[in-house]
């Protein structure tokens, strides 16, 4: 199912808007992020596209057309909480046919039918054989899997997910991510996805909707986000980066009273330039490429990188630069060092 969001608003208080003007598209079998920091919207716009939210103006269509009139109980959503809700009482099997089982009379399946479809969705969600068992006796990863495949019972033309793998340690929220892309891939429900955690969004989603205070700051692919971040929210969103507050004049962009060696001209003015901690290089002095100097503060392990924090000696906050594991392995670093930082690219705005 496609779903068109045309100029969504709503306030909860006159203290301020919770969805300001959301205009966005998702296509047919699309995985969409929403993604943006705690408080900027996300629940709210998931909750409207339910309808569990009554905007204050703007419409949702779905396959063209306006569900505005349209109950909750008749959108065909397939919906997930953070806590997944599951009733505590009931089997894992009488979980996942619930949606089903208090459909009406007249388009409820029967008994066996309902059970049947349940069983196959454990298959689906690969927890087969845990049928009988009771929420307390699973895993918090065990449970949500149950959560989702109750959703999908329905047979929902889209799949709604509000930070579905919050509550879980950061193992098995990996491991989840990648099993909800496959599951995803072969059934094809069109699929929003919340979360606050920019690598999962970029990691799962076709494309990622970065939302701040009630805004659409940016709807993209992973890669476009990350290559051309349309604000500077963005650009600070999506971690580890540089900001440098300059004012260029005559193709010279001057930070803190100093010439700053850039690899492209500055337009002029006044700009921030954002510049991530790979695009910083660390030199040691007296090498043949300008940069800032200062001196390492700080050396920290982080997966197949190493981060260095270098203190500028024109002052300001620290610098962040990223270094190859294997380089840093031919050549360490260590606190104390003197340090050259060369700025490799940068956005400006
Ligand atoms: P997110 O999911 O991105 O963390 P929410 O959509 O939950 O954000 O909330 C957006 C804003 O709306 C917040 O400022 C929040 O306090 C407010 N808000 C959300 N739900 C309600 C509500 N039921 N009543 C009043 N304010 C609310
Ligand atoms: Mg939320």
Redesign the pocket.
């Known amino acids: 199912m496609r779903i068109d969001i045309c100029n969504l608003s709503k306030a ?2 006159s203290a ?1 808007r ?1 969805l300001n003007g959301i205009d966005m598209s998702i296509a047919d079998g699309e995985l969409v992020a929403l993604l ?1 920091p ?7 716009l998931l909750r409207a596209i339910a309808g569990l939210e009554t905007p204050d103006s703007g419409e949702i269509l779905f396959d063209g057309e306006n569900v505005a009139s349209r109950d909750v109980r008749d959108r065909n959503v397939g919906f997930v909480f953070q806590s997944y809700a599951l009733f505590k009482t009931m089997t894992v099997q009488e979980n996942v046919g619930f949606g089903l089982s208090v459909r009406p009379r007249a388009t409820r399946p029967p008994k066996a039918e309902i059970a049947a479809r349940a069983r196959e969705l454990l298959r689906l969600v690969q927890l087969d054989g845990l049928e009988d068992r009771t929420p307390a006796q699973l895993s918090g990863g065990q449970r949500q899997r149950v959560a989702l495949a109750r959703a999908l019972a329905i047979d929902p033309g889209v799949l709604l997910l509000d930070e579905p793998f919050g509550a879980l340690d950061a193992k098995v929220r990996k491991e989840l991510r990648g099993w909800l892309r496959d599951l995803h891939d072969r059934t094809g429900h069109t699929t929003v996805f ?1 979360t606050h955690d920019q690598e999962e969004a970029l990691e799962l989603a076709d494309r990622v909707a970065v ?1 701040n205070r009630g805004r659409l700051e940016q709807i993209a692919t992973p890669a476009e986000l990350y290559g051309a971040p349309a604000t500077p929210f963005i650009c600070e969103f999506l971690g580890s980066v540089n900001a440098f507050d300059v004012t260029a004049e005559g193709g010279r962009a001057l930070w803190r009273g100093h010439a700053l060696p850039l690899p492209a001209p500055c337009p002029a003015g006044a700009a921030r330039l954002f510049v991530r901690a790979h695009e910083l290089a660390a030199l040691r002095p007296g090498s043949a490429q300008p940069g800032i100097p200062g001196s390492v503060e700080g050396v920290r392990l982080s997966g197949s990188h190493v981060r260095l924090d270098i203190r500028a000696a024109w002052g300001g906050p620290l610098l962040e630069a990223e270094v190859p594991i294997l380089d840093f392995d031919s050549h360490p670093w260590k606190r104390g060092d003197a340090a050259v930082a060369a700025i490799l690219a940068f956005r400006a705005f």
């Open positions: 909860f208080d301020g919770a943006g705690s408080g900027s919207g996300k629940t709210t919340v939302i």
